[in-house]
């Protein structure tokens, strides 16, 4: 086994498409009968234990399977962020992830009670998330509208999986403007579960976040977001009816359909400063689709 140490400065994280293994060519034709050569995301399989219990085995791009891990584990309540993580080993021949804890957990109880959700790649939660998110209170934090536009701006123009090879998920932490955290997997529950395990492993502070991601705002994206403590989730894409009424009862901020200067803010909208000169400002970029679309 692999024994990760993380280092704790928390350094921006941004996507990088040229790593090996995580695309590859395929050959086809096209709507012309003209052959093609494409990138395509490639899939692997993960498996996760919690010290000696088998937890669950994943669909990934398995590019940081620490972060997943770890991630994974926080955000099904079975790992408490005051648990003491005392190793993560990562077997690449073998796809097996440990996360070991000074103490025992009680996952047992959890695997009980596991239902299956429509998130992608083998999403779950559990019965007991709902009851967890009870007595979260998110921070007052705030939104501007310049913040959003320059976001949008950055996140579609910087280089990716999405740009390079389409099919694929992308979820953003992000401060103010900045992108700090970019994750991409084939599920969008995995890619915000990578950025669980880097804020945990970082000891990054949530107060102040936004949380953007290229799925569906549905109601794990929510339990999930507000359980990490992020007061902010905002998407390019659409709501679920649930997804809507959970963040109106969690006291989350949801904005959706984000796209340049628009955008539709359906929970928590006290927390949006007006300060982008709309008739002003020019349309933002979409950047090198290649033809894709989320």
Not at 72 to 96: A, G, H, R, S
Not at 223 to 249: D, H, N, Q, Y
Request: net charge negative.
């Amino acid at each position: 086994m692999q024994h990760t140490t993380i280092r704790p400065d928390a350094p921006a994280l941004l996507p990088d498409p040229d790593l090996p293994l995580l695309t590859q060519a395929v050959t086809g034709v096209d709507h012309n009968g003209v052959a093609v050569d494409i990138r395509v995301p490639v899939e692997r399989t993960l498996t996760l234990y919690l010290n000696a219990q088998e937890i669950v085995t994943m669909m990934t791009i398995n590019d940081y399977p620490e972060y997943l891990a770890l991630g994974y584990l926080l955000n099904q309540n079975m790992l408490k962020p005051d648990d003491v993580v005392t190793d993560v080993e990562y077997d690449e021949d073998l796809q097996v992830v440990v996360v070991r804890t000074e103490a025992g957990t009680n996952y047992e109880q959890k695997l009980r009670k596991r239902t299956l959700t429509s998130g992608c790649a083998q999403g779950t939660a559990f019965g007991d998330l709902m009851e967890a998110m009870e007595g979260i209170v998110l921070p007052q934090a705030e939104l501007r509208t310049s913040w959003l536009y320059h976001l949008t701006r950055t996140i579609n123009t910087t280089p990716s999986i999405y740009l390079t090879a389409g099919s694929i998920h992308g979820c953003v932490l992000c401060r103010g403007d900045q992108p700090l955290c970019y994750m991409e997997d084939v599920g969008r529950h995995n890619a915000v579960d990578k950025i669980a395990g880097w804020m945990f492993r970082h000891d990054v502070d949530p107060g102040d976040k936004i949380m953007y991601t290229t799925g569906r705002l549905t109601s794990e994206m929510v339990i999930k977001t507000v359980r990490m403590g992020i007061p902010v989730l905002v998407s390019r894409s659409g709501f679920t009816a649930w997804g809507v009424e959970l963040a109106l009862k969690a006291g989350l901020t949801l904005v959706g359909r984000a796209r340049g200067k628009r955008f539709v803010a359906v929970a928590g909208q006290e927390r949006i400063v007006f300060d982008l000169d709309i008739e002003a400002t020019p349309e933002a970029p979409l950047g090198d689709r290649k033809g894709y679309r989320p």
